[in-house]
């Protein structure tokens, strides 16, 4: 029998194995699209060689989506762009993603000002944050550079954050952003550690 | 469904040298039945979400570790799984097991309908044998050790008796039920 880590509060501990059959009579269950999307970045994502960022800007499971994502962006901010926030003066320079797990509809739209350097986060529809936990914005430069965490996102309404220190160079069009869910406060290391829920593309408008 | 041992052995194997096409067909073929295991223990969709991509981390990381001459390549895989559960569990401090819900529960994991469907497959069969030859109390501890990821201690509140008496149902059990499947 393949060797087990021994969980020693666990009374089967060494012989667990003896049992997959049993796994084997239950019911499939759907798997949802979030998951293996999370888990493909997760197999680069060590923060120390940047991993992540290259292979969440290769990947086509991120473009794919993101693609349909970024078309959807521009009708849904016909609604709701005209009504909100929208800072005084017309040519200040607006860029947006639509943020949102692949099979599903658009969970945040993100609204950057790159001027006054404000980033605007709105939930489409309520999130659902588990306890002990909180959803962190992450903007990935690319290039095998870390991702840089924006701040933690709320589960409802709209938050707006001042943008971490990042050369302006990163503010353009077709950079990345993702949102994995954390620890209560967000990620303790600096670098994304958990799944990643939700990700998109900023767009010029 | 059984899976086929030479596909995963197959697949575990190419994952051993870094082969994504094969990590994605056996999350595929597999992923199904785990997050069917991760949400009998887990109950909560987010755990059993979470649980089970970090189950899948585990099993790119750890392929080498697999060594099919000693076991089956599912066997290994929903250990990580269920082991993966069981730390998740521990981390989110469990609430104490609610007895009735929990009775309620035991019936339809340790009951003979649950054993039904082993009937279906080779290693199933062989198992539901060795289980059935195993005393109720015996077989009662062990299914509710494997499907709730409780203690010796949670047994013993559980099913209401010594912890010393639990001890024993499962160690018995456990030996019994290992010396018929090596028959």
């Known amino acids: ?205 | 469904m059984p899976h086929s041992n030479e596909q995963l052995v197959e697949w575990l194997d190419a994952i051993s040298r870094l082969d994504r096409v094969a990590f994605k067909s056996l999350y595929e073929e597999t992923a199904p039945h785990l997050l069917a295991l991760t949400l009998r223990i887990l109950k909560r969709r987010d755990l059993a979400e979470e649980a089970l991509q970090d189950s899948f981390l585990k099993i790119w990381n750890k392929s080498t570790d697999f060594d099919p001459g000693r076991g089956h390549a599912f066997s290994w895989i929903a250990t990580i799984v269920r082991n993966q559960c069981l730390d998740q569990l521990r981390k989110i401090k469990r609430a104490p097991l609610a007895k009735e819900e929990l009775k309620e529960e035991m019936t339809a994991d340790t009951g003979p309908s649950s054993l039904e469907k082993l009937e279906t497959f080779d290693r199933g069969r062989a198992l539901k044998r060795c289980l059935e030859e195993l005393s109720e109390d015996e077989r009662s501890s062990i299914l509710l050790a494997y499907w709730k990821g409780l203690t010796h201690h949670e047994l013993s509140e559980v099913l209401e008796r010594p912890l010393g008496t639990v001890k024993t149902w499962v160690k018995r059990g456990l030996e019994k039920l290992k010396r018929c499947i090596e028959a």
């Open chain 1, 1 to 205: 029998m393949n060797e087990e880590p021994l969980n020693h509060e666990d009374p089967l501990a060494g012989e667990t194995a003896l049992f997959s059959p049993l796994v084997e009579t239950l019911t499939p269950v759907e798997v949802p699209h979030h998951i293996w999307n999370g888990l493909d970045l997760r197999l680069d994502g060590k923060p120390d060689d940047g991993g992540l960022v290259r292979h969440f800007i290769d990947s086509i499971n991120f473009w794919k989506p993101v693609a349909i994502m970024a078309l959807a962006a521009v009708i849904v901010l016909a609604f709701f762009y005209r009504g909100w926030d929208r800072p005084s003066g017309d040519s200040i320079p607006i860029m947006v993603a639509m943020v949102g797990a692949p099979d599903q509809a658009p969970q945040y739209l993100l609204s950057l000002n790159k001027t006054a350097r404000v980033l605007t986060v709105k939930a489409l529809r309520p999130a659902t944050i588990p306890p002990g936990k909180s959803m962190e914005l992450w903007m990935l430069p690319g290039e095998g550079k870390p991702p840089i965490s924006c701040g933690l996102v709320p589960a409802e309404g709209q938050v707006q954050m001042k943008l971490p220190p990042m050369d302006d160079g990163l503010l353009v069009p077709g950079k990345g952003f993702a949102v994995s869910l954390e620890p209560e406060g967000g990620s303790p290391t600096g670098a994304p550690t958990g799944p990643v829920m939700y990700q998109g593309i900023l767009h010029q408008i």
